[in-house]
């Protein structure tokens, strides 16, 4: 059974830096798809960013150049470094193990694991 514990949200100034982590049980990050989703109150689940086992990445238009999804394969770890924060990206963030992914075509699998989710919230 595939568990994922996301840690790391919290509360940052417009431009600021958060670092989210995603730990991983249950499944091989280095052969797997993984992804970062997150929820604003009153909007839906929106697809943040993925990473592919060829660590091949996509990024949503409004994140692109300022966050960065990579993975530790020795601690099984994912994380989402992000910098340049603006109030939009507050959001409860959830980290999820998809059945599949393809780069090339931003497209990925059903999720059928999902984090508890950690809250980030930017202000002014």
């Known amino acids: 059974q595939v568990q994922l514990v996301e840690s790391g949200g919290g509360s940052a100034q417009t431009g600021g830096s958060l670092t989210l982590s995603c730990a991983v049980t249950?499944?091989?990050?280095?052969?797997?798809?993984a992804a970062w989703f997150r929820q604003a109150p009153g909007k839906e689940r929106e697809k943040v960013a993925f990473i592919a086992a060829d660590l091949g990445a996509v990024y949503v238009d409004s994140v692109k150049g300022r966050f960065t999804i990579s993975r530790d394969n020795s601690k099984n770890i994912l994380y989402l470094q992000m910098n340049s924060l603006k109030s939009e990206d507050t959001a409860m963030y959830y980290c999820?193990?998809?059945?599949?992914?393809?780069?090339?075509?931003?497209?990925?699998?059903?999720?059928?694991?999902w984090g508890q989710g950690t809250q980030v919230t930017v202000s002014t």
């Open positions: 249950g499944l091989t990050l280095s052969s797997a798809c």
């Open positions: 999820a193990a998809p059945s599949w992914c393809v780069p090339g075509s931003g497209l990925i699998g059903r999720v059928d694991s």
